[in-house]
């Protein structure tokens, strides 16, 4: 099993009525935007503590819940001033932690980046191809050449770049200017872990 990816909390609130108090969580792990929302009233029929994923679509996928029953009676009965954090606190670090252990150190990406980085991995590898990016890899194509940049282009297409410097117009205008002839172009075999 992987590494967990550590957790940033982002956005938290407390809300409290005389007849129900809510916990809101927002937190990002790793590319995953989580949310855990715990909100208990008086009766035990609409309660509910629930932690949801945000998918590439930005609508809220629910992932874990735990169900009022259990934690019901455990809970304080609303009243206006209840410490909302010492109530419910428990059951929302719960939920990350089972949040945590389902969404294990992965790479997650939409559904279009998917299909413009197999087609790449064709182009470069045959329809059947298949490469495995090392850490050195990684570090070395950091260290050379220019940012590396993704970009949609009008006409469907998708340009991956790092010929490019940062301030280049083609990707700061995202390609409606043409590079200005400015950027050195990424010399192929200079250290390239793939060619040693």
């Not at 009766?43 to 819940?65: G, H, I, K, Q, R």
């Not at 282009?153 to 200005?180: M, N, Q, W, Y």
Request: charged letters at 25%.
């Amino acid at each position: 099993m992987s590494t967990p990816f550590p957790h940033t909390v982002v956005d938290e609130s407390v809300s409290a009525a005389e007849r129900y108090y809510t916990l809101l969580r927002i937190v990002r792990l790793g590319p995953h935007t989580v949310r855990v929302r715990v909100h208990r009233e008086v009766e035990l029929e609409p309660c509910f503590a629930a932690a949801e994923v945000l998918s590439c679509d930005m609508t809220w996928t629910p992932l874990v819940m735990h169900h009022p029953e259990c934690w019901f009676d455990r809970t304080a009965t609303p009243f206006k001033h209840v410490n909302v954090k010492t109530e419910l606190e428990p059951l929302a670090d719960d939920l990350m932690r089972r949040v945590t252990a389902i969404l294990v150190k992965s790479i997650t990406l939409p559904e279009h980046v998917l299909d413009v980085v197999g087609a790449l991995l064709a182009v470069a590898y045959g329809s059947t191809g298949e490469h495995v990016i090392t850490p050195d890899d990684v570090r070395w194509a950091k260290a050379s050449g220019g940012p590396f940049r993704a970009i949609d282009r009008p006409d469907g297409s998708v340009l991956f770049t790092k010929a490019h410097r940062h301030d280049c117009p083609l990707l700061t205008s995202e390609c409606e200017i043409p590079c200005d002839g400015r950027c050195q172009a990424v010399q192929a075999g200079a250290g390239d872990p793939a060619m040693t």
